[in-house]
């Protein structure tokens, strides 16, 4: 995602990130609310992906993935380190309700990963040809029949077999230069 002109905002100073952060702040704060289920740890995580964006501001390539998903990379490390420091701190178990901490422990890897999963199978998908992108949903995500599927586009089934043959192996390599591994 960018601003409204188009322009990926620049992390290396303070006016890039709190643009970054007006672009996808409120989204990451609801992704990690939705993982913590707390909304201070919520805040403090929010606010700990964004300084470590800004310190690692050099690690950020456009090219493999948006903005977004490099963020929501980073919440996500940061909600499970959050999650792991109140494990390893048992004294703070006393300051906060433990079926609390426990569930939002378990929701962390839960959720997050499933959540994380979602958007990153979203911008591969966003990098491949329409018509494989489309064969794919359909075949794939919408489980569909190919048979029904090959008669709405108009096209042979071995055709549409193939556009989906060739649709994952685009995705593959899509999500190879992402770094992610399926």
């Known amino acids: 995602m960018s601003d409204p002109d188009g322009a990926v905002p620049s992390l290396d100073d303070e006016d890039g990130v709190m643009a970054a952060y007006r672009l996808h702040g409120a989204e990451v704060y609801r992704f990690v609310l939705r ?9 403090d995580v929010t606010q700990e992906t964004f300084v470590k964006a800004w310190r690692h501001a ?13 963020l929501f990379g980073i919440a996500r490390n940061t909600m499970i380190d959050h999650v792991r420091a109140r494990r390893a701190r048992p004294w703070q178990g006393a300051l906060a309700d433990p079926p609390t901490v426990e569930a939002a422990a378990g929701s962390v890897s839960d959720h997050a990963d499933a959540v994380l999963d979602g958007w990153l199978v979203e911008e591969g998908l966003r990098r491949l040809a329409p018509h494989h992108r489309e064969a794919l949903v359909q075949t794939h995500l919408l489980g569909r ?8 586009l108009s096209i042979p089934v071995g055709t549409l077999r193939s556009r989906v043959f060739y649709a994952m192996r685009a995705l593959r390599a899509a999500m190879d230069e992402m770094g992610v591994s399926l």
Request: hydrophobic share 40%; no cysteine.
């Open 35 to 43: 993982g913590l289920d707390d909304p201070a740890s919520a805040q």
């Open 145 to 152: 029949p190919y048979d029904e599927v090959a008669a709405e």
């Open 58 to 70: 050099d690690r950020f390539d456009p090219e493999v993935a948006s903005l977004r998903v490099w």
